[in-house]
Every structure is written in C-alpha cells, then in structure tokens.
C-alpha cells in the first residue's frame, strides 16, 4: 500500500485495491512522505472510506486535534471493546475524539465540567462508567490532567450509544435527562429527598430506562388484573398521583404514554421511597 496523504504523524490515507482507507498506528507517518510505501506492522487500526460525512470529519479531526488526545481517544475506545467484549460503531471515532479533545481543553484552561445526569448514568451505565475511570488514570498518566466523576460521566455516555448504535447522543439523553425530570417530580410533588446511593434509588432508576425503551419499542412489559390496579390506586393513594402526574408530563415534554399498569409499578417503587421518608 502507498501512502496517498498524511493526516499526522500517526494516520495516513492509503490506496488499497482500488479502495481508500485510513490507517491509524503509533509512527506510522514518522520519516514517510506521499506515495511512500506502508509498514504493515506499524498498522494498528484501519477505516475504509465510506461516502458518508462521517469518514471526512474523521479525517478533519485525525488533521486538526492534537495527535495526543485522538491516541488517548482511541486507546479509551480499544478498552472499552475489550472490556465489553464487542467492535463498537464506528461513529465514535467522530464524536467522542471531538468531545475528549474539547473536554482536555476545558480542563486545561481550569473550567469546571458539570453533568447533572451523573447520578443516573452511574447506575444505568455502570460497565460503561468504569471504563471511564479507566480512561481517568489513562489521562492522568498521559496528561497530568485530572478527569472529574461529571466528564466520566460524559465518556461513559458515549460508549453507551455507540455500544447499542444508538444513533447519536441524542437518544441517549433523552432517556437519562427525563429519568431525571421524573426523580425531581417525586421530590417536589411528595416533599421527600431522595438519596441517590441506595438499593431503592437504582431499581427505580433501572426499572425506568427499561420501562422507558420497551415501551418506545411499542413493547408490552408487565400484565396487571383489573383488581390488583384498583388496590394499588387504593393503598397508594399518593404514589399513584404522583405517577399520574409523571405519565402527564413525559407525554407533554417527550410525546409517548405509560399505560395505566406501568403507571401502578412506577407508584409501587415511589411508595418505597414516600414511606421511608414518612417514618423519618
């Protein structure tokens, strides 16, 4: 293979049978120049071009980011596929590359990097959040730099959604931002606090995410009798308001329903949570 461009000192664009790729590897451009032949060895990970934005941005940012922070980037995404033990979509070469860079940046400069949703990813994503503990002595090491619990909450989020090709980050959020909105109706709407380190805290919040995708998926997930909805409508009196009103306000801000059975096991988790704080 002949090197047709050099993007850094660590990727090149190649001509391999009529077909463009991009290389990347530790030194794979050191000392070459254009039309120079490739040292397989050197090869660690390999693109072929696709028409699609995605492969040119990949090439802008192998060309604009500092080539520290795109090997910390692809050394974080290597140990997260291994880890996972899958071959993540390949848009999060893009997207966290550019993130990661732009996060180092911040902190270099002393900006303080804030994630309302760390409370909920750490219990949602938790492989996913130890990967970004990985990635904190990773950079540490490499940088000098320390990585907050709220960014490795963002890393984590990105290898989330490329791990289920989630699409964009988007999706993502969504899910994580209204659990969140729907803790805080609990809060407000009962006068509780609810502490996020607990066993009752993650199997709401777990209970929620699965809820929350099987029923975008239009999926039934629970079957409930008539009779055992109109005792938990009766003993729960408060819970179940609560989950009314939460059912109100994720069809108004996210535009899809719980049916009433979701709504009674959402009221059973927060009765949990409202009797504690009662007997307090």
Not at 42 to 66: N, W
Not at 135 to 152: F, S
Not at 158 to 166: C, E, G, K, L, Y
Not at 218 to 246: N, P, Q, T, V
């Amino acid at each position: 293979m002949k090197i047709k461009r050099i993007l850094n000192h660590n990727a090149i664009v190649v001509k391999d049978q009529n077909e463009e790729k991009i290389l990347l590897g530790a030194g794979i451009a050191f000392d070459k120049k254009k039309n120079d032949i490739v040292d397989p060895s050197k090869i660690e990970k390999t693109f072929v071009r696709k028409d699609t934005p995605d492969y040119k941005q990949f090439e802008e940012i192998l060309e604009t980011l500092p080539e520290d922070h795109i090997q910390i980037s692809e050394q974080i995404i290597s140990h997260a596929e291994k880890e996972l033990n899958i071959k993540i979509n390949e848009r999060i070469h893009v997207a966290f590359s550019d993130h990661l860079s732009f996060a180092i940046e911040r902190l270099s400069n002393g900006m303080v990097i804030k994630n309302p949703l760390l409370n909920e990813i750490k219990v949602l994503y938790p492989k996913e959040f130890q990967i970004g503990l990985w990635a904190r002595t990773l950079i540490k090491d490499k940088l000098g730099i320390h990585i907050p619990d709220d960014e490795i909450g963002n890393i984590a989020m990105h290898i989330h959604t490329a791990r289920n090709n989630a699409g964009d980050m988007t999706q993502t959020l969504d899910i994580t931002t209204m659990i969140r909105d729907i803790i805080e109706i609990i809060e407000i709407q009962l006068s509780i606090n609810i502490v996020e380190d607990t066993i009752s805290y993650e199997r709401l919040v777990t209970h929620l995410r699965f809820a929350i995708q099987h029923i975008k998926a239009g999926e039934s997930i629970y079957e409930l009798d008539a009779e055992m909805i109109d005792i938990i409508k009766e003993k729960f009196k408060d819970a179940f308001l609560c989950a009314l009103s939460i059912g109100t306000f994720v069809k108004k801000a996210y535009g899809f329903e719980f049916p009433e059975k979701e709504l009674c096991y959402i009221a059973m988790h927060i009765q949990r949570f409202y009797q504690r704080s009662v007997a307090r």
